[in-house]
């Protein structure tokens, strides 16, 4: 019987002989040699998730101008950083919108520049435009501060996350007979389309369904650098129904995470805009998956036939919290490119990009195999149920 | 031969009934998938050409002699790939197949040649990855 601990396991990566594959590769090695040997065999599974994201954002010290400066209003390319915290720290939020955008008044709006696409330019490197006000204080006297800045010029910049890597999530569709605009995408009328946004078998939450080894401090890849889980996410719902494998039928945990912006990449970290509903960031995530036991083999090795998803109508279930879910699919059946709702056929799409998922999870692999990269164990694991946290809102499916 | 084009008109010839003529005098066939008139009184038309090879050439020599600027379809819209985060989300946006996602690969391809110009994919494609060039 297979037991190993985080330092045998890290004492292997360090010797540059752990056993590393990705939660693709690690499905047709069961196939093959069964969980009891590929458990044995395998000390790391790595998964990885590249899709909008929009709870996310970054802390930044912007510096202190000379005479000193409480920055009340701070806006960088015209997006607006919440600088509602000291002198001159401020959060810039993934979905901010530039005050100038007219957003939906002239419906559908392109949202074209957000606070995700000035997080991309400052990791490309691109100069920023920084525009900042104030009331003035006797410690604080500057009332204006205007420079063109790029992130090296950024004392501290810490993205911190404060909802990702959804663990599940609906698939949308559209029963009314207009066309929809949402976060899900362009929903077309009478079941024209079906989107869906997990990268199903490869994605990091489905892989550690009951987060045995998930939580405070698990080492993560974030944004193309190094970063931590710090807490679980907002609307964290361990109560999901599941099925029989642990894994959620639908959408469930969510992470906080967080990691030093300055060593992240634009690749994975990209701004991106939904016609008719905002702007937001792509974020990549990848995280390792130690193989303590057999049974944690058997969880990375879940494949898409295998995970199921509600399918809600975002014309009328979604938007009025009903929690009714038309059907369940599986992420085989929606990765075909059709599902079937009673008699009809719909053509799927992805929001999330199941290329970028499996890069990551080659990269984080590399990592690893380099020794470079060493797993955490968490200070404590995301609450399961009974622990204190149900989410109780609408996120759709039927949780209400 | 049959092929997609794009049609510039100057003001001078834009209100001249050219694509009678192709049909008439050059047997053409023409499938007009996209026309519209700018604010300068010029002309564009995007249409599916086909017929004899013969008489495609000599109606589009035809219309370049009256001044009407004549291009291969492809060039219009542009996917820029490093901006693509082959995410997917256009290929059912794109009403004629030529943004597909490759499988088991789940990789974007963007086929020129099926393209029908609508522009659904510009503000579709949530990292702006596609772009229109004209």
């Not at chain 1, 501290?156 to 976060?183: E, I, M």
């Not at chain 1, 045995?212 to 190094?226: C, D, Q, W």
Request: glycine share 10%; hydrophobic share 35%.
């Amino acid at each position: 019987m297979t037991k190993k601990t985080y330092e045998e396991i890290n004492e292997k990566i360090r010797a540059g002989e752990a056993v590393v594959v990705t939660a693709e590769e690690v499905i047709s090695l069961v196939k093959e040699r069964g969980t009891a040997e590929t458990a044995s065999y395998v000390d790391v599974v790595t998964t990885g998730t590249f899709g909008p994201m929009c709870s996310s954002g970054a802390f930044l010290n912007l510096g202190h101008p000379k005479p000193r400066m409480r920055m009340s209003k701070v806006l960088l390319n015209g997006v607006e950083a919440y600088a509602g915290i000291a002198a001159v720290d401020a959060y810039l939020g993934a979905t901010q919108i530039p005050e100038t955008d007219p957003a939906n008044k002239s419906f559908p709006g392109h949202f074209n520049y957000g606070g995700g696409h000035v997080l991309e330019d400052l990791v490309a490197g691109k100069e920023v435009f920084l525009d900042a006000y104030s009331y003035g204080t006797d410690c604080y006297p500057r009332k204006t501060y205007q420079k063109t800045i790029t992130l090296k010029d950024i004392p501290y910049a810490v993205l911190y996350n404060t909802r990702n890597a959804y663990q599940n999530y609906n698939v949308a569709v559209n029963l009314s007979d207009r066309t929809l605009y949402t976060y899900m995408g362009l929903l077309k009328p009478n079941l024209g389309n079906a989107n869906y946004s997990t990268a199903g078998q490869l994605s990091p939450l489905f892989n550690d369904p009951c987060y045995r080894t998930l939580g405070l401090g698990t080492k993560i890849f974030l944004g193309g650098g190094v970063g931590y889980v710090s807490w679980f996410g907002t609307q964290h719902s361990p109560g999901a129904p599941r099925g029989e494998n642990g894994v959620p039928l639908s959408p469930a945990g969510t992470l906080a995470v967080i990691g030093d912006l300055k060593q992240m990449s634009a690749r994975w970290l990209r701004g991106v805009s939904f016609l008719g509903y905002g702007a937001s960031l792509m974020v990549g995530i990848g995280i390792p998956i130690p193989i303590l036991d057999e049974e944690m083999l058997k969880y990375t090795a879940v494949s898409d036939e295998e995970i199921f998803t509600p399918v809600v109508d975002y014309s009328e279930a979604y938007p009025q919290g009903t929690g009714e879910v038309l059907g369940r699919v599986s992420y085989a059946q929606l990765k075909s490119g059709q599902i079937t709702l009673g008699e009809k056929a719909i053509p799927t799409a992805p929001l999330s990009s199941y290329a970028g998922a499996r890069q990551i999870a080659g990269i984080l692999k590399e990592w690893i195999q380099k020794g470079e990269f060493l797993l955490t164990k968490p200070a404590f694991n995301l609450p399961l149920t009974g622990e204190g946290v149900d989410y109780k809102g609408s996120v759709g499916g039927e949780i209400s | 031969m049959r092929e997609k084009m794009v049609l510039y008109f100057p003001a001078t010839v834009v209100e001249q009934p050219l694509t009678y003529s192709l049909i008439k005098d050059y047997n053409l066939m023409i499938n007009i998938l996209k026309a519209n008139i700018n604010p300068k009184m010029e002309g564009r038309i995007v249409a599916e050409i086909s017929g004899e090879k013969k008489d495609f050439h000599a109606g589009l020599e035809f219309l370049q002699s009256r001044g009407v600027r004549v291009f291969p379809l492809e060039q219009e819209i542009v996917w820029v790939e490093e901006r693509c985060t082959h995410c997917g989300a256009c290929t059912v946006i794109c009403p004629a197949g030529a943004l597909v996602l490759e499988r088991p690969e789940m990789i974007v391809r963007f086929k020129g040649d099926k393209c029908i110009i609508c522009e659904h994919c510009i503000t579709a494609c949530p990292s702006r990855a596609m772009e229109v060039r004209y």
